[in-house]
Every structure is written in C-alpha cells, then in structure tokens.
C-alpha cells in the first residue's frame, strides 16, 4: 500500500541522493533550486511505499489563473509500483484539478524518455507537440496538457 504525505523539499534531496528514476539532472545546484520551490500546500505530495522508501514527489504547481504546470520527481523505485502508482497519482491530480479549479494542466516530457511518455499519457495528458531545445540540458522536449472542460 502506497501512503502520501505532504512534499518536503527533504524528499527531493532524499531521491536525488538514493537514485533517480530516470537520469540524473545536468546539475545538482539547479536541480536542489527546483526542489525548494515545489513545496506548495495542497499542491504536493510524496508517495511512500510500505517499505517506507520514497516512490516519488509530484503536485501542480501556479503558473497563473487556470493554468497549472504538473511536476514528478521519480527515485529509482517508481518501476516497482506500476498501475496502483499511476491510480494514485491520477486521483491527486484530479483533486488538486477541482480544488484549484484548473482549466489546463500541463508538463513536459524529454523526447527521449519513452516510458515517461506512455506515463503522462496514462494520466490522461495529452501530447501537443514537440519543443526543440526547450531543456536544460539542450535537448528536445514534449509539452504534453489535460484541456478540463472540453
């Protein structure tokens, strides 16, 4: 069974530390800025396993009225954890959607990380195309969007 808490910007240090799901981020120093500014009441979360390892953190953050930018940090457990993972992850997503009343959510995706697509899509994203050289590291990215009320 897979328990969530509220994010600390702890739990982000802990995955970056203990393993990533997908790659390693182009630099540690921006990677840790990121984190700090996820800790939004209500917004996000972690996800913790019955081992009582850390599966992921995720939320919603603002980007303005109506529109909210979606965000996952993986460790390197988050295969494990499958359909109940992608369950719960949807259901939070849907509950911070109708709290906030967002008209749109979005994310971005590398082109490269295939299963991290099908993942998103899973979630009910959408894909709308392909932003080259939007990353950090320089390479191609899919900005993907849940359009609520269409």
């Not at 990533?20 to 913790?48: H, R």
């Not at 494990?80 to 992608?86: A, M, V």
Request: with cysteine.
């Amino acid at each position: 069974m897979i328990r969530v808490i509220s994010y600390k910007e702890v739990h982000a240090k802990e995955i970056f530390y203990n393993g990533m799901n997908i790659g390693c981020p182009p630099s540690k120093e921006e990677y840790l800025l990121f984190a700090s500014t996820l800790n939004v009441p209500g917004q996000s979360f972690t996800a913790i396993d019955e081992e009582g390892r850390i599966i992921c953190s995720a939320g919603i953050f603002d980007l303005w009225k109506g529109v909210g930018e979606a965000w996952l940090l993986g460790s390197k457990f988050l295969n494990e954890k499958g359909i109940s993972l992608t369950r719960l992850l949807a259901k939070r997503f849907q509950i911070i959607i109708k709290t906030k009343k967002y008209q749109r959510i979005q994310c971005v995706v590398s082109n490269e990380w295939k299963s991290s697509q099908k993942f998103v899509e899973l979630l009910g994203f959408k894909n709308e195309g392909l932003m080259c050289k939007y990353g950090p590291d320089g390479l191609d990215y899919i900005r993907y969007a849940i359009i609520i009320g269409n």
